[in-house]
């Protein structure tokens, strides 16, 4: 794994397929997926091992493993460029997620989406009909506010997403998975599957480009490691997906809550984040 603080964020992958036991309650052919951070071929010996063990436990009759299957294990995405500091060290990651949006994965710098729930029928007609009681929206960004101010000596900065806010801290930086970051992260809203991932993969994460379908694309054809013959299809979605996202941003800056610092180790993040998911501007969010 790619180390940072317990940073883990796989390089390589590989796969292992066997046939199920007789009565198995599942698919016939089992599929299993090993990873490293050294090279494919300690990638693959995990992937059998895995496999060898999954089928042990079959034959055994415990059946297939359930459960979320998000935040379970690290994520199988491909690492596309490394964030490091001037000393050299690792401070975030940037990945290609399973619908194609580009994703920053941060060491130290929190972050976390809160969706704003959907108004109620009766919600929206009280709004048509003039009512001026605060909508689903002013409410959870009045929560966010009250939250990060209770958190006495912090600096965060609010972004409107496309269902909801983001919320990044700029000061103190927070170690994923620690007492302090789950405790804010749960104040905060933070959907527990992401909770999750955060201890699994040692990072925070957050969305730099827009949802294919919220631009009038469709999810990228096969998945991550994909074998060459399906390079070319992919290569042709990315670009027709790039395409469709230059007039949309991720997120719009808000407001800051909090002193305005910046921690010196958050700085390259905050910059990157805000150019990527065009936070500046008016465009449509998607």
């Known amino acids: ?28 052919r089992i599929v299993v997926w090993g990873w490293s951070d050294d090279n494919r071929v300690e990638a693959q010996r995990h992937a059998q091992q895995r496999l060898t063990e999954l089928l042990d436990r079959l034959r055994r009759g415990l059946g297939l493993p359930t459960g979320y299957a998000y935040g379970t294990r690290p994520l199988r995405e491909e690492i596309l460029e490394e964030l490091r500091d001037r000393g050299g060290r690792l401070d975030g990651l940037l990945t290609r997620n399973s619908y194609g949006s580009v994703v920053l994965n941060t060491a130290q710098v929190l972050f976390v989406d809160v ?41 965060y900065r609010i972004y409107r997403t496309a269902a909801g806010f983001r919320v990044l801290a700029t000061d103190p930086v927070f170690t994923p998975g620690s007492p302090q970051a789950e405790r804010l992260l749960q104040a905060l809203g933070a959907d527990p599957a992401f909770l999750h991932l955060c201890r699994v993969q040692g990072s925070f994460r957050a969305r730099l480009t827009p949802k ?11 998945s991550f490691p994909r074998e060459p013959e399906a390079q070319a299809a992919f290569a042709e979605w990315l670009a027709q997906y790039e395409r469709s996202t230059d007039g949309k941003a991720t997120c719009r800056f808000v407001e800051a809550v909090g002193w305005g610092r910046t921690n010196e180790d958050a700085g390259q993040i905050v910059d990157l984040h805000d150019r990527r998911t065009k936070a500046a501007t008016d465009l449509p969010l998607a």
């Open 1 to 28: 794994m790619l180390n940072n603080a317990a940073m883990r964020i796989p390089r390589y992958w590989a796969r292992a397929e066997g046939e199920a036991p007789p009565a198995t309650d599942g698919p016939e």
């Open 115 to 155: 969706d704003v729930p959907w108004p109620t029928f009766g919600q929206r007609l009280a709004r048509l009909l003039g009512s001026r009681k605060p909508t689903p929206e002013m409410t959870t960004l009045s929560r966010l506010r009250d939250v990060l101010k209770n958190d006495s000596g912090g600096s």
């Open 212 to 222: 294919p379908w919220r631009c009038g694309q469709a999810n990228p054809p096969g």
